[in-house]
């Protein structure tokens, strides 16, 4: 007598992968948004060999209205040198960045404290800055 | 005689929404990476009230204004700004004599100020901003 084996399906449900993929994206959106300053609006000012930080432990944006942020969370100038320097603790040289991001038309009156301030927490800047574009 | 009548209500075929949702994490995931992450790095000496002019033998003066450049009182282009400060940072070799002390007036666009101050620094010198400090003066 002859017993037939039984097949076994084994397919993945195609049903769940909607699923899948819907909390793969609200993931992804939550993890974006944990330090935005997306919502920002600034232009960067023009530059030439920029590199990329290679830690970021702060983020400060001058925004087009000249308002100051840190983290994505608007800070009056005159507090954020002590906010900065809780956020960078005791971390070693090196470990201690702080990216600028200041609006290209910001003036000196609105960016100056804020650099002052950086230098005062003892961060260190990396001004975030656009690939200028050889016009010929 | 029964007439069928055709259904208008179409499911949409549960197999597509996986495709659906992904090109929505392609679209997320571009619209997030657009945010410039480059620049450039500025060391600045730590904030002090008063500079140390005693201990500084001669340290270069350059004030901004809106879209100018004065170097030591003299009013200067940009591409002469390049080479005066290269010169007079050429021969300086201790680093207390590679400061550089730049004061903005206050129109002075943040463009311009990264501008001129990456100049400074591709010549060597070590920028110091000069700020006007506030004093409350009690008059009796």
Not at chain 1, 115 to 134: C, F, M, Q, R
Request: with cysteine.
């Amino acid at each position: 007598m002859i017993v037939r084996r039984k097949k076994l399906d084994a397919s993945v449900p195609a049903m769940a992968m909607g699923d899948i993929a819907f909390l793969l994206l609200i993931f992804f959106v939550i993890l974006a948004r944990a330090r935005d300053d997306s919502h920002l609006q600034w232009k960067p000012a023009a530059g030439q060999e920029l590199t990329r930080p290679t830690t970021m432990n702060a983020s400060v944006v001058v925004d087009k209205y000249n308002v100051t942020h840190l983290n994505g969370r608007e800070i009056p100038v005159g507090t954020l040198a002590e906010e900065l320097k809780v956020l960078l603790g005791e971390n070693p040289a090196g470990r201690r960045t702080v990216m600028l991001k200041v609006h290209h038309e910001a003036t000196a009156v609105y960016f100056e404290p804020v650099i002052e301030a950086v230098s005062e927490a003892g961060g260190e800047l990396h001004h975030i800055l656009e690939e200028e574009k050889n016009q010929q | 005689m029964k007439l069928n009548r055709t259904k208008l209500l179409v499911e949409p075929p549960a197999s597509a929404t996986s495709d659906i949702a992904f090109i929505l994490i392609v679209f997320f995931l571009v619209c997030a990476s657009v945010e410039p992450d480059k620049g450039r790095a500025q060391v600045l000496p730590r904030a002090e009230p008063e500079p140390q002019k005693d201990k500084q033998s001669q340290t270069i003066d350059v004030e901004l204004t809106r879209n100018a450049v004065i170097l030591n009182g003299n009013p200067l282009p940009p591409q002469i700004f390049r080479k005066s400060i290269e010169l007079k940072l050429a021969d300086k070799t201790r680093d207390e004599d590679k400061i550089v002390a730049v004061k903005s007036r206050k129109e002075v666009p943040y463009s311009h100020w990264m501008a001129v101050t990456g100049i400074i620094e591709d010549s060597g010198g070590i920028i110091t901003m000069q700020l006007e400090e506030e004093q409350t003066v009690q008059v009796k």
